[in-house]
């Protein structure tokens, strides 16, 4: 007859619980996995497939019950972990969204918002399309593949039973300044042509004041901020490559201990 005592049912509930709210907490934060559109059980149930094959690979856990107050501390930490580094990678996806906003503000259509099922809010329609296109690079790129390797990886350089640095919160701080400097750098080029054009328009409304400005400025700054946002739209794929090995790197370096 085959006994177990309650201290192995302890030893084998730890070993499960603690990695799988670490990883359910990252798959609820990070971008792809984290959005509206995918089922709840498709998240848990990848979580508790990645839980169960990381289980074996993972050093001892702390013989602490999971029912007690240190062990409610432990799951807490874990979800401290879990969401600073999905929220980490998830900062690429606002970036584009604000250089989204920048752009359509400036074209005169921030005005346009759809129900973006994606964040489950209404957005800007150029967000909602850089968005779409930020997410396909990101998916071309393997960064899917990157968060599973990434989630792997943080359970060797930050074992369960330990918590972030406090230097790793002011990292996040840091990183969150990276939105308004990558989402300036995406709208830029259109944010200039769309200057040099309000510029060359004021000065023919003021040497031909019989025109309308209202009258044609929409239609030209429109025109032309789509002919710019063609035109520069190769260049997102770089950024977004970029953008995603600084996320990871900083995401490690949240995990790692001094």
């Not at 690429?92 to 759809?114: D, H, K, Q, R, T």
């Not at 150029?126 to 989630?151: D, K, P, R, V, Y």
């Amino acid at each position: 007859m085959i006994s177990v005592t309650s201290a192995q049912l302890d030893a084998w509930l730890a070993a499960f619980l603690y990695p799988l709210v670490r990883v359910l907490a990252l798959i609820a934060t990070a971008p792809i996995f984290g959005d509206q559109p995918t089922p709840v059980r498709v998240k848990i149930g990848l979580s508790v497939l990645l839980a169960i094959l990381l289980g074996p690979t993972l050093n001892p856990m702390p013989s602490i019950p999971v029912g007690s107050a240190q062990g409610l501390f432990i799951i807490i930490q874990q979800i401290i972990i879990g969401s600073a580094m999905g929220f980490t990678v998830r900062l690429i996806f606002s970036a584009v969204e604000l250089a989204g906003e920048f752009s359509g503000m400036i074209m005169g259509i921030g005005f346009a918002s759809f129900y973006d099922p994606r964040t489950a809010s209404n957005s800007a329609v150029i967000s909602q399309w850089l968005g779409i296109i930020a997410s396909l690079t990101f998916l071309t790129l393997n960064g899917h593949l990157m968060i599973l390797a990434l989630i792997s990886e943080s359970f060797h350089t930050l074992p369960i039973g330990q918590m972030m640095p406090a230097q790793s919160f002011y990292t996040i701080a840091k990183w969150g300044a990276n939105i308004f400097i990558y989402g300036l750098q995406i709208s830029l080029p259109l944010l200039a042509a769309l200057l040099i054009t309000n510029m060359a328009m004021g000065i023919l409304t003021r040497a031909a004041q019989q025109l309308n400005l209202f009258a044609i400025g929409f239609p030209i700054t429109l025109t032309i901020g789509f002919l710019i946002l063609n035109i520069s739209l190769p260049y997102l794929a770089p950024i977004v490559d970029r953008m995603t090995s600084d996320a990871i790197a900083t995401s490690l370096k949240l995990v790692k201990l001094p």
